[in-house]
């Protein structure tokens, strides 16, 4: 069974910078993509940084110039660096992956139980 599990959400001040980790464990044949996500009360869930197996990355034009993704692929894991955080950046942020089971299922998303992040002073 694949697991994701996220470290690193916490309260920080307005300009001040924030590192989230998400480790994938389990029986893992391949992972094509690793994202993270957010998400506020009543609105859907939106992408915001998406890096490929081959480090091709992504980000929401929300979060242009301000954070980073990067990733391990030896380590199955993923790392979303916040800086210049802003109060709209809070949120519950939820690790994903694309990835292929070590049993025999196809490709499919995987999803983190999310980290609250909290931008105020």
């Known amino acids: 069974q694949v697991q994701l599990v996220e470290s690193g959400g916490g309260l920080v001040q307005p300009g001040g910078s924030l590192s989230l980790s998400c480790e994938v464990s389990?029986?893992?044949?391949?992972?094509?993509?690793m994202n993270w996500y957010r998400q506020v009360p009543w609105n859907q869930r939106e992408l915001v940084a998406q890096?490929?197996?081959?480090?091709?990355?992504l980000y929401a034009d929300s979060v242009k110039g301000r954070f980073a993704i990067s990733r391990d692929n030896a380590k199955n894991t993923v790392a979303l660096q916040m800086n210049s955080a802003k109060p709209e950046d809070t949120a519950v942020y939820y690790c994903?992956?694309?990835?292929?089971?070590?049993?025999?299922?196809?490709?499919?998303?995987?999803w983190g139980q999310g980290t609250q992040v909290t931008v105020s002073s």
């Open positions: 994903n992956a694309f990835a292929r089971d070590g049993v025999g299922n196809g490709f499919r998303d995987y």
């Open positions: 389990g029986s893992i044949a391949s992972i094509r993509s």
């Open positions: 890096i490929t197996s081959g480090g091709t990355t």
